[in-house]
T-cell receptor
Framework: NAGVTQTPKFRVLKTGQSMTLLCAQDMNHEYMYWYRQDPGMGLRLIHYSVGEGTTAKGEVPDGYNVSRLKKQNFLLGLESAAPSQTSVYFC?????????????FGPGTRLTVT | AQTVTQSQPEMSVQEAETVTLSCTYDTSESNYYLFWYKQPPSRQMILVIRQEAYKQQNATENRFSVNFQKAAKSFSLKISDSQLGDTAMYFCAFMRANSGYALNFGKGTSLLVTP
């Protein structure tokens, strides 16, 4: 199993450009999450999904949109990138089963907006 | 709102020694999960240990153990027989049921293990 994968691993954008980050998991997890990590901070939740076709806002959702058209994929979009969105982005997934709450993380995407 | 506080931005320990990382949290929930994640320079988030709040027994995983004090809302991580490979950022995290069981992280503690 590949686990959780993220595409791309690195990206540099200019202010105002758009892009989509792709997260894919092959563990048949129901729940998926997007976090961002800034220097000196822990990870903060951007958006999450509890199932195919459903999404919800997290702690820092402004400037981002998400979609979960397929159970295994969770896309994070930046419509008009801003320097404040320079960060490392992590995707994670987990089972819905109450007995197993471990989140599995992808390797991260380092995004720089100039 | 749940908050997670890690009061030690940086710590250092010698190889083979024991170190304890502190974490406190604030919540009004009665049942929840707590986690410690390790982030080495590779940036990968690695689960170290987890604790379910309704379990009174402290969790242990090989050289890693926790001291969970529910009334005090404290969740410290003890690393025994420290190894050079333990050098990493360590994040304490609280799992919140009202956001799809997302994690709420502390700011982290940078641990350096020296020879």
């Amino acid at each position: 199993n590949a686990g959780v994968t993220q595409t791309p691993k690195f990206r540099v954008l200019k202010t105002g450009q758009s892009m989509t980050l792709l997260c894919a998991q092959d563990m048949n997890h129901e729940y998926m999450y997007w976090y961002r990590q800034d220097p000196g901070m822990g990870l903060r939740l951007i958006h999450y999904s509890v199932g195919e076709g459903t999404t919800a806002k997290g702690e820092v959702p402004d400037g981002y949109n998400v979609s979960r058209l397929k159970k295994q994929n969770f896309l994070l979009g930046l419509e008009s990138a801003a320097p404040s969105q320079t960060s490392v982005y992590f995707c994670a997934s987990s089972y819905r089963d109450r007995g197993n709450r471990e989140q599995y993380f992808g390797p991260g995407t380092r995004l720089t907006v100039t | 709102a749940q908050t997670v506080t890690q009061s030690q931005p940086e710590m250092s320990v010698q190889e083979a020694e024991t170190v304890t990382l502190s974490c406190t949290y604030d919540t009004s929930e009665s049942n929840y999960y707590l986690f410690w994640y390790k982030q080495p320079p590779s940036r990968q988030m690695i689960l170290v240990i987890r604790q379910e709040a309704y379990k009174q027994q402290n969790a242990t995983e090989n050289r890693f153990s926790v001291n969970f004090q529910k009334a005090a809302k404290s969740f410290s991580l003890k690393i025994s027989d420290s190894q050079l490979g333990d050098t990493a950022m360590y994040f304490c995290a609280f799992m919140r049921a009202n956001s799809g069981y997302a994690l709420n992280f502390g700011k982290g503690t940078s641990l350096l293990v020296t020879p």
